[in-house]
């Protein structure tokens, strides 16, 4: 089944300069935890145990947060303050973390490219962590896919609604709803303008993806903004009948950009952090 999830996390994160030119935008906090543990957490929470990121120059804070830090452990041992780090050890303890560098930062279909010598020839999710996705109801945004994918067996992107104005934004999809929630993808358009949008459903950064989408990616043209878009790759999938989108349960921050960042540090604060969670 569904062992690995790739975090492609090479992105130069323009939107949040000058935080991000020294540091990766996966490592912001939200309240006091980085965005890419959140990521990790939802993979883990959905039964996923090999974590491969994808990482470029200037990430290396990345590796070293899914690592033993022996000093800093040495130091707090046996203090109240050991309780900050035990979430952040156990998945040291219960997940494996490989890493590739991008070296040029083509496009997420590039970035995801990349991981395959990570992923081998299986089927896989991919999360981008700067989407950052809670669940305070029941299973993760995650979960919910892999259990749909055990159903149908196909590659499955997330979808939101989203303003009309907003989808110059996003990769938004056409298609027919076979099941609560669930579309089976007939086109996709990155970025569309408002009056070219085929709808208002719009990918966000949760994907699982069957391993031919490899192939697709090395034959696609470098397409809007010159990037190698995945939605490019997966457009080609989706007229063999073989994408899903999926309108999940849960809420869904874009952490990538100011707003959607406070949003999520308000929510976390009372939601998650002063009730202990
Ligand atoms: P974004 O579109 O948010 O781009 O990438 P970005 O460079 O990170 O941020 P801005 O727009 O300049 O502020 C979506 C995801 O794809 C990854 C990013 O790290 C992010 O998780 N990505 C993007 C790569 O890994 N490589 C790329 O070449 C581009």
Same mark, same amino acid.
């Given at each position: 089944?569904?062992?690995?999830?790739?975090?492609?996390?090479?992105?130069?994160?323009?939107?949040?300069?000058?935080?991000? /030119?020294?540091?990766?935008?996966?490592?912001?906090?939200?309240?006091?935890?980085?965005?890419?543990?959140? %990521?990790?957490? #939802?993979?883990? $929470?959905?039964?996923?145990?090999?974590?491969?990121?994808?990482?470029?120059?200037?990430?290396?804070?990345?590796?070293?947060?899914? $690592?033993?830090?022996?000093?800093?452990?040495?130091?707090?041992?046996?203090?109240?303050?050991?309780?900050?780090?035990?979430?952040?050890?156990?998945?040291?303890?219960?997940?494996?973390?490989?890493?590739?560098?991008?070296?040029?930062? =083509?496009?997420?279909?590039?970035?995801?490219?990349?991981?395959?010598?990570?992923?081998? $020839?299986?089927?896989?999710?991919?999360?981008?962590?700067?989407?950052?996705?809670?669940?305070?109801?029941?299973?993760?945004?995650?979960?919910?896919?892999?259990?749909?994918? =055990?159903?149908?067996?196909?590659?499955?992107?997330?979808?939101? #609604?989203?303003?009309?104005?907003?989808?110059?934004?996003?990769?938004?999809?056409?298609?027919?709803?076979?099941?609560?929630?669930?579309?089976?993808?007939?086109?996709?358009?990155? =970025?569309?303008?408002?009056?070219?949008?085929?709808?208002?459903?719009?990918?966000?950064?949760?994907?699982?993806?069957?391993?031919?989408?490899?192939?697709?990616?090395?034959?696609?043209?470098?397409?809007?903004?010159?990037?190698?878009?995945?939605?490019?790759?997966?457009? /080609?999938?989706?007229?063999?009948?073989?994408?899903?989108?999926?309108?999940?349960?849960?809420?869904?921050?874009?952490?990538?950009? %100011?707003?959607?960042?406070?949003? %999520?540090?308000?929510?976390?604060? #009372?939601?998650?952090?002063? =009730?202990?969670?």
């Amino acid at each position: 089944m569904i062992r690995k999830c790739l975090f492609p996390a090479a992105g130069y994160g323009t939107r949040f300069l000058p935080a991000t /030119k020294a540091m990766p935008k996966e490592m912001l906090p939200i309240v006091n935890k980085p965005l890419i543990q959140y %990521a990790v957490e #939802e993979a883990r $929470d959905a039964g996923l145990q090999h974590m491969a990121i994808v990482t470029g120059r200037g990430k290396r804070a990345l590796e070293d947060h899914f $690592d033993i830090s022996y000093e800093l452990e040495h130091q707090i041992r046996g203090t109240e303050k050991e309780k900050f780090l035990a979430g952040t050890r156990e998945l040291i303890e219960t997940c494996t973390f490989s890493y590739t560098r991008q070296v040029e930062m =083509k496009g997420l279909g590039h970035a995801i490219l990349s991981g395959r010598p990570l992923i081998g $020839d299986e089927p896989f999710a991919v999360v981008l962590a700067d989407d950052l996705c809670l669940n305070l109801q029941g299973d993760g945004v995650l979960a919910q896919m892999i259990k749909l994918y =055990k159903q149908y067996r196909c590659s499955i992107v997330a979808i939101q #609604e989203v303003p009309r104005d907003q989808t110059h934004k996003y990769g938004v999809i056409a298609g027919e709803l076979i099941a609560e929630g669930v579309y089976r993808v007939s086109s996709m358009v990155e =970025k569309p303008s408002p009056e070219d949008a085929p709808s208002n459903l719009a990918i966000i950064g949760r994907y699982i993806l069957t391993p031919d989408i490899f192939d697709l990616i090395a034959d696609t043209q470098p397409g809007k903004g010159g990037e190698i878009q995945i939605t490019d790759a997966l457009m /080609k999938l989706a007229q063999d009948g073989c994408v899903l989108a999926y309108k999940f349960d849960g809420l869904r921050f874009d952490c990538g950009g %100011a707003e959607g960042y406070l949003d %999520a540090t308000n929510f976390c604060y #009372e939601n998650l952090y002063l =009730k202990g969670l």
